[in-house]
């Protein structure tokens, strides 16, 4: 959303974005000057943020409302009602089939999809598909003055090679399944792989499926810490697009993961990282025993990598999304001339 509104103001344009008081986006927002309402939402239904929300919407007198998850879109639906004039656009990040008609009827003016994946469930839930726009995420180039030296910061062995995780280390993200994946690995490659969890609490060392392990929680610079990195192991089960991976190819460091939601779109297997079949645990475990004994290979797939990147820029985000406002606009001037 940060990179959208910065993207759509160097365009010209006037963006507010409404977010949650003393969060991490409002406070980003508000150092680089770009407009920020503080509205508290706390539940899809709040009946209390949609009425503020309802008010910011009138004093900044918009000319479409655009909601990015699931609580944005229903607060926004609330505070349109009697505004039918107002376009809402929604967009959707999650793979799942949506449910209930009320959120995905017609006053929705369109649907932006972060991926093939998305827009293919948002279709199987009765959206139709000429409501829906593919507008992949951006994430900008990676600019790194120093990579992070796990190796050296952990005391590990210099021959080791650091394999990562980057996420919220949620449920779906895979952290249960890695301590299958470790498990069958071989003994040999199970004492050279030495783990590195971004994101998440920060706990310190600790095994995961009798690997070595460190727990490095929330970093502020990212990118740094990510090119310490040799391979990215992405055991998601589920997955929108998958921008982390975008940034790890973007670095050159080459993703293993799993053929699910949009990571096929982002994945060219074999040349810019390696896709396992779904679920498929223990061919994910051979593809990282395979990536930790070939350096070759690694470093094949880390020279693609960049270059597959590009493809899924900022710049490409914003002008696809401003393409679709400016659909959005010119529908309701046609329908009100």
Known sequence: MYLLARGQREQGHEPLVI????????RRLRSTGIAAAAVRMRGDWDLAAARRVRAVIRTWNADLIHAHDARAHAIALASLIGRNSLPLIVTRRVPFVPRGRLKYGRRVARFIAISGAVRDALVAGGVDPDRIDLVYSGVPRPSVVKARD???ECRWPTDSVVCGIVGAMT???GLATLSEIGALLPEETRERIRLVLLGGQAAGSQPIGGLTAFRAGFVDEIHAAMAGLDIMLHPSSAEGLGTAVIDAMALGIPPIAFRVG???ELIEDGRSGLLIPAGDIAAFAAATDRLVRDPDLRVALARAGPERATEFGVDRMVRGTQGVYASVLARGL????
């Open 150 to 152: 796990w190796r050296l």
């Open 171 to 173: 449920a779906e993200k």
């Open 334 to 337: 046609a329908l009100r001339g």
């Open 19 to 26: 977010a949650a008081p003393e969060s991490p986006l409002i």
């Open 262 to 264: 949009g990571l096929p």
